[in-house]
């Protein structure tokens, strides 16, 4: 059975790897990862805040200016609270290549242009395979339109691509009005592959309190089905791979992603749930239910349930949301 592939022009010995998260932030957990058969491992995000909140602090004690920007920075994690510094962050990629053989994806997370986007070149030089761009946007400017937001993207990608070799994945935020046309957009900017979806963290309210909870709560399989239906319309249409993460916590979850479209699929919440020896049970449970079916490789399943192949593809259309509503029965 050929578990083998390829993601961004990467081999992969399966396709089954870890989505960023902070289960790389540990040598340890990083190389039992790797012996339970973890294909690649996605490094935490590095974020824009974090960068720029250095260089202002440098610029603060040299100028004494801390006043000017503490109250806007206020509501973000103090710079003492992420896991690593730009330079440990860095650092952590080259000991994390030291430590395994599989490929390790960097992950720049920010919403803006500017002096940040230098890290992706720091980020390649440290020894990343690959690199993760992650534009998590929430667009509450109502003077803002789509157009400019989809533009954050673009920008960023375009800055980002100029100043590395290695390839770059964007993770997509499913909030798009043309999502498959924004990916298409991407790929034709030179990026190599997209990653379904980005997930929203939603703000849940305290009534009592009046207050905001900041609670992330781990993912489960019901997630993955937003994912399923992009990957089975991108699938076969894009110049690009397709990795799925979001919802991905079973066997038959990693199946679906593949059958779907996917190139690679990414779990974080199912490892953090059930430790690294979960990847080893995913990727024996796919080999298994491979043979089981008759197939030769994981290349011969991929895309079998996309829009370009699937035997019904109006299920991915508006013809489904039809049915499903009036085939209900009170
Ligand atoms: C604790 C935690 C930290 C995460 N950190 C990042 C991050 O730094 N950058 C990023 O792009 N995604 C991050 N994610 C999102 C995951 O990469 C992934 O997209 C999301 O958890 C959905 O996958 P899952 O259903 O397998 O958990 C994080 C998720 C968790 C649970």
Redesign the pocket.
Known sequence: MELATTYLGLPLKNPVMT????LADQLDTVRRLEDAGAAAL????L?EEQITNEQIAEFAHTENAAESFSEATSYFPRMEDYAFGPDRYLEQISRVKEAVDIPVIG?L?GVSLGGWTDYARLIEQAGADAL?L?V?YIATDLDEPGLAVAGRTFDILQAVKASVTIPIAV?LSPFFSSPGHFAQTLCSMGASGV?L???FYQPDIDIEELEASHR?D???SS??RLRLRWAAILHGRLKADIAV?????TVEDVIKAIMCGANAV???????KYGPSHMASLITGLRHWLEDHEYESVDQLRGSMSLLHCPDPTVFERANYLRMLQLWKV
């Open positions: 989505g960023a998260s902070p996605v490094m935490r995000s974020f992950s997370n993760e992650n998590y993770k990653i979806f980005n997930r992330l781990l993912s489960d997630e993955l993460s979001g919802g991905v916590h990414q779990v974080v919440s199912c490892l953090l």
